[in-house]
């Protein structure tokens, strides 16, 4: 199927733990991002990418850790999970800048336990 | 940086009413797009309208416009004759046109409930 998916959609794991967020885009659109929602902070960028093998940080990229080796996959991994990343998780994608919409995953929900 | 803020926590609407949700944004560079998206109880992140800090229009998509008001640095959203399908959380977000990929910077949402 067309369009951005993320997985898994739900996911607990404990304190410590290394865990991976999949996002997967089938339109080859160059830009990519993670961000994270939480209760009354509304979106936060995580990292982004401009193209395979470009990435960046974002406003709260501590305790991430991100890789684009092909244009269609963005994982995003949580080296060793904390409480405070328990959070909503969305990857997008967007092919140009600026004036173009970002198209959004369903979302992870990951809870720290 | 830039910088989005969303002053209306929460709205109660009567269904069939117009509602103008409030945004304001802060950026020091001259080309950059405003965009809303909704939220449903759902979860997922819809996009609704798009504005361009050139356009000399304001954007309109159906029963959404937006009300661009530069010189403000507003960028209102408002919806015709609501329906009760409307009932989600709303983010307005901006994102410069050039010079890095740098991602959409959101506000914090209005929770909006239209009422039977």
């Known amino acids: 199927d067309a369009g951005i998916t993320q997985s898994p959609r739900y996911k607990i794991t404990e304190t410590g733990r290394q865990v991976t967020l999949m996002c997967h885009q089938t339109w080859s659109h160059s830009y990519m991002f993670w961000y994270r929602q939480d209760l009354g902070h509304g979106l936060r960028l995580i990292y982004y990418?401009?193209?395979?093998?470009?990435?960046d940080k974002g406003e709260v990229p501590d305790g991430y850790v991100v890789s684009r080796s092909k244009t269609e996959n963005f994982p995003l991994t949580l080296e060793s999970a904390t409480r405070s990343q328990t959070s909503v998780y969305f990857c997008a994608s967007s092919d140009g800048l600026g004036n173009t919409e970002a198209f959004f995953g369903q979302g992870t929900r990951l809870t720290v336990v | 940086a830039q910088k989005i803020t969303q002053t209306q926590p929460g709205m109660f609407v009567q269904e069939k009413e117009a509602v103008t949700l409030d945004c304001t944004y802060d950026t020091s560079d001259p080309s950059y797009g405003l965009f809303w998206y909704k939220q449903p109880s759902s979860g997922e992140m819809i996009f609704l309208i798009y504005q361009g800090s050139y356009d000399q229009q304001n954007a309109t998509e159906g029963r959404y416009s937006l009300n661009f008001q530069k010189a403000r640095k507003s960028a209102n959203l408002v919806i015709s004759a609501s329906q009760l399908g409307d009932s989600a959380m709303y983010f307005c977000?901006?994102?410069?046109?050039?010079?890095?990929?740098?991602?959409?910077?959101f506000g914090k949402g209005t929770h909006l409930i239209i009422q039977p």
């Open positions: 990418s401009a193209a395979a093998d470009i990435t």
């Open positions: 977000a901006m994102r410069l046109s050039g010079g890095g990929a740098d991602g959409l910077t």
